[in-house]
């Protein structure tokens, strides 16, 4: 056969298996896609319209009142006032109608409110949520906005049922919700929270690998183990990066000795150490032999220190005390669809630097005489 019929073969091959290698490729570009959507539609996608503050913030019964309510993102000049209603709720079934509402600029209104004699229930005080329905803004809702104290000689015909929140506008738009305090930062959502997805699903795939070491002494399965290992640790680092951006803007300082902080910390410090001991053995079987044990070890300390141990103490961050990272105040559907494809993307992301990081050892470890 000359050389020309080799080339023809050559060439007839590659025709037949690249169209193959091309279908392995399909969740790299997929991942980058999906990345790109959540970095795209998560800044550009704007923030509902809701209530910065009110004041005053404090008033007693009896008193009357006359309320300014400031919208954030708002567009109160674009609506009749007639349609425009205001309350200072207690709860569904005991509210107080705002009157003589007047539209001071796209981000100001007032209304004035006759405080009831008498408090809703027996006790010292009490907070009243605000609510604003808006026809083109929709509604809007400040939690414990103003306080009422009870007042013993306050005395006035108004009730606390006459007046229940109804009739609201629900406006229907792609946007994301408004959350009194994080503001426009609620977008870090889909960056900060992903990383711990995929810090979970690297360290996972290492821990995987590690065990397939030690049942076949294959060294690629360490070299996996430790390839995976890295990339988590690089997400657990941004994971660590964007949440002190975050808490800086939220909670004015970057690092507040919060539990879910400082169980992050010890967890990467962990796997830290799992790194300095691959690099103490002279013997590469012997230190990916140790290395895989102390993987073990250090992915079932995981789960406690980032899951588990944070729910048992008092937390700034959601999810603390027992309760859901993620309820339906939390990430509403709008937020699902950028906030999933982001730990899909970032996921691929990951497991492709894995991939990547894994070829440069064999590389390295066939340069040094190592199989």
């Known amino acids: 056969m000359d050389i020309g019929h080799w080339i023809l073969d050559i060439l007839y091959l590659r025709i037949l298996i690249l169209p193959f290698k091309k279908l392995t490729m399909w969740w790299k570009a997929a991942s980058v896609v999906l990345v790109l959507y ?23 019964t009896g008193d009357s009142l006359r309320v300014q309510f400031h919208g954030y993102n708002s567009f ?27 539209v001071l600029n796209d981000t100001t209104l007032e209304a004035s409110f006759l405080i009831p004699a008498n408090l809703p229930r027996l006790t010292a005080s009490v907070m009243l949520n605000a609510i604003i329905s808006h026809p083109t803004d929709g509604v809007s809702l400040l939690p414990d ?31 994301y919700p408004y959350r009194n305090v994080i503001y426009e930062s609620i977008r870090n959502t889909y960056y900060h929270v992903p990383m711990w997805f995929v810090l979970l699903f ?5 821990v995987i690998y590690s065990v397939m070491f030690l049942l076949n002494k294959q060294l690629d399965a360490d070299r996996k183990a430790s390839s995976f290992a890295e990339a988590g640790m690089l ?8 949440g002190m951006l975050w808490a800086n803007y939220t909670w004015g300082a970057p690092w507040s000795n919060d539990i879910k902080q400082l169980m992050t910390a010890v967890a990467l410090l962990i ?16 230190g990916a032999r140790l290395s895989a044990v102390y993987n073990i070890f250090a992915f079932s300390s995981l ?6 141990v944070p729910r048992m103490f008092a937390s700034l961050h959601p999810g603390s005390t027992g309760n859901p990272a993620f309820g339906s105040q939390d990430l509403d559907n709008t937020m699902r669809l950028v906030f999933y494809p982001a730990i899909l993307g970032f996921t691929g992301i990951g497991f492709w630097l894995a991939q990547i990081r894994t070829r440069l050892k064999r590389i390295e470890d066939k340069m040094i005489g190592l199989d």
């Open 271 to 286: 796997y830290l150490a799992y790194f300095i001991l691959r690099k103490s053995f002279d013997e590469p079987e012997k």
């Open 303 to 308: 789960i406690p220190l980032l899951y588990i």
């Open 202 to 206: 690297l360290f996972t795939a290492s």
């Open 235 to 242: 997400f657990g680092i941004m994971g660590l990066v964007t």
């Open 76 to 102: 109160y000049t674009h609506g009749q006032a007639a349609d425009i209603r205001v309350w200072l709720q207690y709860d569904s079934a005991q509210a107080l109608l705002g009157r003589n509402l007047t």
């Open 145 to 175: 906005a103003v306080e009422i104290s009870r007042d013993t000689t306050a005395r006035n015909g108004e009730s606390w049922t006459s007046t229940p929140v109804e009739n609201l506008h629900i406006v229907k738009d792609i946007s």
């Open 38 to 60: 959540a970095l795209s539609v998560g800044m550009l996608v704007p923030l509902k319209p809701g209530i910065d503050y009110v004041k005053p913030g404090y008033a007693r």
